[in-house]
């Protein structure tokens, strides 16, 4: 295949994941999904394809806490889990998130499977899925309401499951750039009954991120990134941030989401094996000046990134089977 070709295979990928989201848009329903600020570290929790791209098995934690000072504000965890298989095309992946809005708590439980193929001898483009359910709980013995007449409040409390299945494309060149596409869910047409889609989002969310990593000398990069999800009927929620690696060791950055908030990054890639990261919101718009910003915490685990540097096999073929130094993060 010929460079022109490659480079037109990789158009016609962007292509499609466009067309997916502007179909998706126009027909699906989904519930909305979790925010998150380090969401250029927290690639898997929204996107089924990453789960097989990563160098070695990752273990990631989260904790958001959203809108301080306003009871009953958003609480966000994770735990999720991503391994790359030992053939260097799939992957498998495992997502817990626990999302808190007043007295209503959903649970999110999910397995992930990723295949990947090259488009050209540096990109890759992943496919993935994920399948799993939503536990969604509400008590509304919690906090007081404003109209106590609403037959909704009148009902025993809700405990619901609901199926789950997404859908994700990440096409990516190692440590350069990446964009991905993903679908949360795709089951949940006609699915909620009257009581539950008035507690919860029930159109479509449909997540597109990309970055890009300069090299702007040897200790020193940059990596722009955005992500925007688009919820049919809705605003799309756009992220943009900007994030500098210092010695392979330190970033920090700052991020902006579209008429909502401005944040603060900063991270540390403790050993080898382990990075963490922190950051700030500040509201932009009126609820700023009734909260005191939001906190969201990450911890990433590298398994296999030992002393020394030494790790598994690389995917680089001309690598294969020998030691591959990966003390030099991945900068997503």
């Known amino acids: 295949m010929t460079y022109s070709k490659k480079r037109e295979f990789i158009y016609k990928c962007i292509f499609l994941a466009v067309v997916m989201a502007i179909g998706a848009i126009q027909k ?33 934690g989260l904790y958001r806490a959203q809108w301080l000072d306003i009871p009953g504000a958003p609480r966000t965890m994770r735990f999720g889990v991503n391994v790359p ?24 439980v999910e397995a992930a499977y990723s295949y990947e193929i ?6 890759k483009l992943s496919f ?8 969604l709980g509400v008590d509304f013995a919690k906090g007081s309401f404003k109209n106590p007449g609403e037959p909704i409040l009148d009902r025993e ?4 499951f609901y199926p789950t299945i997404g859908a994700g494309l990440f096409l990516y060149e190692d440590d350069i750039w990446y964009f991905g596409a993903s679908i949360p869910n795709f089951l949940t047409d006609g699915l909620y009954n009257d009581d539950v ?4 989002e029930d159109k479509v969310q449909f997540n597109i991120i990309g970055g890009y990593v300069f090299d702007l000398s040897e200790s020193l990069k940059f990596k722009p990134a955005v992500l925007a999800n688009v919820i049919g009927g809705a605003p799309i929620n756009l992220n943009l941030s900007g994030n500098f690696l210092f010695n392979d060791r330190f970033m920090l ?18 050993s080898s094996s382990l990075f963490m990261g922190y950051s700030y919101d500040y ?5 700023g000046q009734f909260n005191s910003g939001s906190h969201e915490v990450i911890l990433k685990f590298y398994l296999g990134k030992g002393s020394g540097g030494n790790g598994g096999s690389s995917k680089d073929p001309k690598l294969k089977g020998k030691p591959k130094q990966i003390d030099t993060p991945r900068f997503f």
């Open 118 to 123: 090259n488009v050209t001898e540096d990109a």
């Open 197 to 200: 889609a008035t507690i919860i």
């Open 128 to 135: 993935g899925m994920d399948v799993g359910g939503s536990f």
């Open 28 to 60: 699906a329903h989904a519930q909305k999904e979790p925010q998150y600020t380090q969401y250029m570290y927290n690639i898997g929790s929204f996107n089924p394809a990453y789960v097989g791209t990563t160098e070695t098995p990752e273990i990631s």
């Open 253 to 270: 950055g700052a991020s902006y989401r579209l008429d909502n908030a401005v944040s603060g990054l900063a991270g540390f890639q403790i």
């Open 157 to 160: 409390n809700i405990s619901k």
């Open 85 to 108: 298989l030992s053939n260097e095309k799939m992957g498998v992946g495992f997502n817990v998130i626990s999302d808190q809005l007043g007295p209503a708590t959903q649970t999110y």
């Open 283 to 287: 509201n932009t718009n009126s609820l």
